[in-house]
């Protein structure tokens, strides 16, 4: 069965420091996968996706960065992180069929990732 | 205007009850339509997938209307543990995989 894995799940991190968030997909090969942003009590904004190794579609401008350096790898980087940067980040994959209809997302434990 | 969109509730009900969500979304390309549900401070789960005229699972039944672009989640049976959000998704069009996600519902069920 496929598993994603994400971590660290909890980080405090102080303005101005880099930032990586790493994300492992395993029983499954070419998914698709998706770094979602919370701010608390809001709805997830998509952050990146990427179809496939080195592709990735930044969907809003912002001070984030994404890699996906092997197939089931996704990472989430930051050189300088912002206040507005806190939120509960969630990695997602899906299957990676093209040509057929969309298929659901399944998300990693998130982390929650403080700025101060 | 939002691409779905959810009333955000919170819906308070008894156990036993019944409780309808609605949720409309804008992209008339979209295909394929998704229940979600997320636990306070938790990731999403996928709840059930909502296909063509819709689908039940147990004590939960969801509906489509592609003319009125509207989904609905019925939960029959309240449960102190269906107390969660409860997030409308709708396909973005193409084969990105992308999806739209509601800002969810919240429901408590209360004894």
């Known amino acids: 069965s496929q598993t994603i894995h994400q971590w660290p799940a909890t980080l405090v991190q102080p303005v101005g420091s880099p930032l990586s968030l790493e994300c492992t997909v395993e029983g499954t090969s070419n998914p698709n996968l998706y770094w979602y942003r919370q701010a608390a009590g809001r709805g997830l904004q998509l952050l990146f996706y990427?179809?496939?190794?080195?592709?990735i579609s930044s969907e809003v401008p912002q001070n984030l960065s994404a890699s996906r350096p092997q197939d089931r790898q996704f990472i989430l980087s930051s050189k300088k992180l912002l206040l507005s940067d806190s939120g509960f980040y969630l990695c997602?994959?899906?299957?990676?069929?093209?040509?057929?209809?969309?298929?659901?997302?399944?998300f990693g434990d998130g982390t929650r990732l403080s700025i101060l | 205007r939002k691409e779905v969109e959810q009333d955000p509730g919170p819906f308070n009900v008894p156990e036993g009850a019944t409780v309808a969500f609605n949720c409309t979304y804008s992209?008339?390309?979209?295909?394929?339509f998704f229940w979600y549900r997320q636990d306070c401070r938790k990731e999403p789960k996928l709840l059930m997938s909502v296909y063509s005229s819709g689908n039940e699972d147990g004590r939960f039944t969801a509906q489509l209307n592609r003319a009125s672009q509207y989904i609905s989640l019925l939960i029959r049976d309240s449960k102190l543990s269906d107390s969660a959000t409860y997030l409308c998704v709708a396909s973005f069009s193409g084969n990105t995989g992308k999806l739209i996600f509601g800002q969810g519902t919240t429901l408590q069920v209360k004894p």
């Open positions: 992209n008339s390309a979209s295909q394929s």
């Open positions: 997602a994959w899906s299957e990676g069929r093209t040509g057929e209809s969309n298929q659901p997302q399944h």
């Open positions: 990427s179809v496939g190794i080195g592709q």
